[in-house]
């Protein structure tokens, strides 16, 4: 079968790499892809989120299943789109539909539904560009940490952390006021959660499912976790905390809660579910949803399966029997090389080396671009190297030491990733 996977990062390099191996995969396209798909599969320049052009390559191309790797084309909406244009006629669409979509689209949507199906989640309000006051107001009634949420998209900057109250009194006039536009004008006030975070992810068709490795990533730019937030800087697999009690208990308490909500509200729903999970004295909670995978996160948790995963979602897309999915028993760890001023601004253009010879860890590429047969750095996040070993600790071993590998001018990684679960 030919597969169309949509998307340009390390998660969809590492996804291409998977449908490769497949015995059912007889032709790979990404669209738009990077060099590292290119090595592997077919890139094809198109625009991901314009539904024109995508459906008349699946029509022409015959393609059997598209995956969907980032967020903002199932957001707007993409499956209703290419359905108007009879596109997924016999054609699998792995990514759910506009309304399975608001679970990561909308803050606000997403805290609903959890209330509604009594999933445990912070206790939250939410506020309108028209009730600046009452905002303030809650503010000042409340202890901080105060915690911000942009309802809609915000390329992940939409959630504000702060202790100040005047902070976030600023904060929320700021966004109510349009700092990230229509995404902004509706703002969830959420309860400070103080534990240890963690995400699971979930391959689904709605009824059926399959729980993938989990997995650990690290948001901050800083050692230590401080400073800014970013896309993700590293990730590890499994979560060494995640005993079978507490897998157990995401599965009772979130997992089937989620899927029976959305078959309660009729809500169909193909494709990835990434739980962004908090540990708090023993108790789960959800931070967040989304309906991707993540990045870094898929590069570690591809890393360790060992089956045919193309044969998973075929098998989901038809409703059919789930093959068994195989999870190698070593540990798995990715880490980010970012240029620098990222996440702030950061330059472009500059030539990467050091690829060749790095056995012990595998390259995926993100920001990267091939110029006359040399690579360069195009975006913040540039490339991502992941390791496999008996221990995290060993993959780690493996996967600073390939991060020292690779150069390029301004390269920062962080060299603590893991470590606090060591
Ligand atoms: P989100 O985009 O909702 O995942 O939020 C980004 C990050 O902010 C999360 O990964 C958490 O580290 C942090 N965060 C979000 N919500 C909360 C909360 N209620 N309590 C503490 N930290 C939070
Ligand atoms: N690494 C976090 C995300 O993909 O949302």
Do not use: W
């Amino acid at each position: 079968m030919k597969v169309l996977l949509l998307g340009s990062g390390g998660r969809e390099h590492a996804l291409a790499e998977k449908l490769v191996q497949s015995s059912l995969c007889t032709q790979l396209f990404v669209a738009p892809g990077n060099p590292g798909t290119r090595s592997i599969a077919t890139n094809v320049p198109l625009d991901i989120l314009n539904a024109d052009e995508l459906a008349l390559f699946i029509r022409e191309n015959q393609i059997a299943l598209v995956l969907v790797g980032p967020e903002q084309a199932l957001v707007e909406g993409m499956y209703e789109q290419l359905q108007e244009r009879s596109a997924l006629d016999g054609c699998i669409y792995f990514g759910p539909g506009k309304v399975g979509a608001q679970l990561e689209g909308s803050k606000d949507f997403a805290k609903q539904f959890m209330q509604r199906h009594s999933i445990p989640t912070a206790k939250y309000k939410t506020f309108q560009a028209n009730q600046l006051e009452e905002a303030k107001s809650y503010l000042e009634a409340t202890a901080g940490p105060y915690v911000l949420k942009a309802d809609g998209l915000a390329a992940g900057k939409g959630v504000i952390i702060t202790e100040s109250r005047q902070e976030a009194i600023r904060e929320i006039e700021e966004l109510l006021g349009g700092k990230f536009g229509a995404a902004s004008t509706t703002v969830v006030i959420e309860e400070f959660l103080s534990g240890i975070e963690f995400s699971v992810f979930v391959a689904t068709n709605g009824k059926d499912y399959a729980i993938l490795p989990e997995a650990k990533d690290y948001k901050r730019i800083g050692e230590g976790d401080t400073g800014l937030n970013t896309g993700g800087m590293g990730s590890i697999s499994p979560v060494p905390f995640l005993n079978e009690s507490l897998r157990q208990k995401v599965l009772i308490e979130v997992v089937e809660p989620t899927l029976k909500g959305l078959q309660l509200e009729g809500i169909e729903y193909t494709g990835f579910l990434f739980l962004g999970l908090i540990l708090v004295e023993g108790e789960v909670f959800v931070i967040e949803y989304n309906v991707r995978m993540g990045d870094p996160e898929t590069q570690s948790v591809m890393s360790r399966i060992d089956s045919d995963f193309l044969e998973l979602l075929v098998a989901l897309g038809k409703g059919e029997k789930l093959p068994e999915l195989r999870i190698k028993e070593e540990s798995a760890a990715t880490v980010v090389l970012v240029s620098e001023g990222y996440p702030g601004s950061y330059p472009k253009g500059r030539a990467i080396s050091g690829l060749e010879g790095i056995e012990r860890a595998h390259i995926y590429h993100a920001g990267t671009t091939e110029e006359e047969g040399q690579l360069r750095t195009s975006g913040g996040r540039v490339i991502a190297v992941t390791a496999l070993g008996k221990s995290a600790s060993e993959a780690l071993t493996f996967a600073n030491e390939a991060a020292g590998r690779v150069q390029f001018e301004g390269k920062y990684f962080r060299k603590d990733i893991g470590k606090d679960l060591l």
